[in-house]
């Protein structure tokens, strides 16, 4: 199943019609992850989906729980930000 598939299912979309929009956020979320350290791994994994899922929820219409999804990207954000193997602090200094 594709990331989009995957994104589409946690927000409960069965029309193709927003998957322009929903490709883009997918892509924000991905570069809001690439500029904290985070790396996007070719191969899907599920914590850092769920991070992009969670980022899509939050900025997908006009969600009633904002607040809530924002607190819980940040903080998905800083730990996969702070932890081995999802950097490339490493790689960089």
Known sequence: ???LDKVKQALRIKTDAYNDELMDLV??????LGVAGVI????S????L?????????SFGLP????RLKRSYD????????????????VRR
């Open 45 to 48: 994994q599920e914590i850092v």
């Open 64 to 67: 009633e729980d904002y607040d």
């Open 27 to 32: 892509a924000a979320a991905e570069q809001d």
């Open 50 to 58: 769920r991070a992009v899922i969670t980022y899509c929820k939050m």
């Open 75 to 90: 903080e998905q954000k800083a730990q996969l930000s702070n932890a081995t193997g999802f950097t490339d602090w490493q």
């Open 40 to 43: 996007i791994p070719q191969k």
């Open 1 to 3: 199943m594709s990331t």
